[in-house]
């Protein structure tokens, strides 16, 4: 079983930036899998922001160049460097991992879910 724990949500200002953070327990660190970090905003469906193997980088096109993923995968922890943040941003952002070295971006594909932690924009 997979454990995932997210930590870093807050309230920003418009225009700042956020760092999250993931946890993930040590089966992750020892599989060729995909991580990546998905939002919910109030309303809405859940919707990828970013995924990260060991053979490529995605992003979608509402953070690209804002956001940057990062992992140090030996570690078991996953980040997003979040700027120059806008409201639309706002929502709960969750930390999700697959066995499969390949990154899709629907939710369904991701067995693997944390908690989540708010990040709150506001203009």
């Known amino acids: 079983q997979v454990q995932l724990v997210e930590s870093g949500g807050d309230s920003v200002q418009a225009r700042g930036s956020l760092t999250l953070s993931c946890a993930a327990s040590?089966?992750?660190?020892?599989?060729?899998?995909?991580m990546g970090w998905f939002r919910q905003a109030p309303g809405k469906e859940r919707e990828r922001v970013a995924t990260?193997?060991?053979?490529?980088?995605q992003y979608a096109d509402s953070v690209r160049g804002r956001f940057t993923i990062s992992q140090d995968k030996a570690k078991g922890l996953l980040y997003l460097q979040m700027s120059s943040l806008i409201p639309e941003d706002t929502g709960v952002y969750y930390c999700?991992?697959?066995?499969?070295?390949?990154?899709?971006?629907?939710?369904?594909?991701?067995?693997?879910w944390g908690q989540g932690t708010q990040v709150t924009v506001s203009s």
């Open positions: 990260i193997s060991t053979y490529s980088t």
């Open positions: 999700a991992a697959r066995e499969e070295y390949w990154c899709h971006v629907e939710v369904s594909d991701y067995k693997y």
């Open positions: 040590t089966y992750m660190t020892t599989i060729d899998g995909c």
